[in-house]
Nanobody
């Protein structure tokens, strides 16, 4: 399983970014996909996930209403659209794949991880 995250960069507070996670056809069809992030000096935390089975999504409270996860099965990509960005959203963002269909939120429920892409939100 290969996961390639991209799309990070520097953005001003209130701005938007869209991250992409490229994978393969098999992975996007049989693995739930998630986004995690790790801010400087902090532990990695769950951001959002999407079930491979029914496409249902879940979000951390800190990003609800601002972030949206989606997937394109034809392109084998998963996206994280981030709006109304805040300085506290600054982190390295990772995409990950889990064999569980119930939109897992814990790191140990994910078997595969991408390399991470840095998002910096300036105030």
């Amino acid at each position: 399983v290969q996961l390639q995250a991209s799309g990070g960069g520097l953005v001003q507070a209130g701005g938007s970014l869209r991250l992409s996670c490229a994978t393969d056809e098999r992975t996007i069809r049989i693995y739930s996909m998630g986004w995690f992030r790790q801010a400087p000096g902090k532990e990695r935390e769950f951001v959002t996930g999407i079930s491979y089975r029914d496409g249902r999504t879940n979000y951390a409270d800190s990003v609800k209403g601002r972030f949206t996860i989606s997937r394109d099965k034809d392109k084998n990509e998963v996206y994280l659209s981030m709006n109304s960005l805040k300085p506290e959203d600054t982190a390295v963002y990772y995409c990950a794949a889990s064999p569980f269909h119930y939109r897992p939120t814990r790191e140990n429920e994910y078997d595969y991880w991408g390399q991470g892409t840095l998002v910096t939100v300036s105030s």
